[in-house]
């Protein structure tokens, strides 16, 4: 889990330079391809069926890294720590999908921007690209707090009770849940027949007391990895939905906005010296060793 761990460090407002650095280091050597909204993605298998979902920015106010404590059940804020949230909404279903990538496991793998504003990178896609969705009959979140969860309802109907059953049938100890809110997927019921979120097994989130379950964490990774998807069911009409529909709001990219902004590593260290210094710190380097190779280098 120590990956897991290593990435929870990291506060990511959505488009900040902590997140910047985050997809850098964690995503983009997956070999994901970045639309013009700055969603990664990743097609793995011929012609997948399957989308996986999850998100790269947390709610946290401010961006850099932050400490947490952990054992081997569970990982969390100090009560010390003035961030106000741990942000295993979404670490955790990023951690899940990169080590899916890792095992190779078939799908179409989204990891969207702006998730915790209201689903930008998801809605940019649905309004803008939904081609990528043609092919794609479950759209999958890692995005859920418990341990229970396949969700049915995000607001209206997003999957059908036959597939919840057969994905709750995969993965022991999971329940259809009609009490879902929003994430990603939800975006999608309108081109993709079955959209869920399950849990994977955070709690308190959104919060300074936000805590995640390692043990649920990895299990649940073990289940993903042999997760057998001709057996899912598909039953969901599109039009059974008392979604809301959301109307893009967005004329221009974020992601091109922020990318036409900060070019080059001097502008984003000029932009988030709290950010820089703290990422030193992770890694060991202190003010004098920063003096040292300043003054070396003339």
Known sequence: MQEFLNMIRYKRPAFSATEEIFVNKF?????????????????????????????????????GLQKVIHNDDTVALPESSHSNCLGADCTAGVWLMTEMIKAKVPGLYVFHRDEENGGGGSMHIASKTPDLLKDIDAAIA???????SVITHQFGRCCSDDFADSLCEQLPGSEKDDSGLFTDTANYVDHVSECTNISVGYAGHHSHKEVQNLKFLND?????????TSKLRFSRDLKDTGYPRYK????ASRFDDWVSKTRTLEDLIRANPGAVADLFEMYGLTAGDLEEHIHGSH
Do not use: Y
């Open 220 to 228: 649940l990774k073990n289940r993903m990895i042999k997760l057998d």
């Open 142 to 148: 890692f995005d859920r707090f418990g341990t229970k």
């Open 248 to 251: 893009p709001q967005f004329a």
């Open 27 to 63: 995503i983009r050597p997956l070999g994901t391809k970045t639309d013009k909204f700055g969603n990664l993605m990743k097609s793995i298998g011929d012609h997948p069926n399957t989308l996986w979902s999850c998100h790269t920015d947390t709610v946290h106010w401010t961006e």
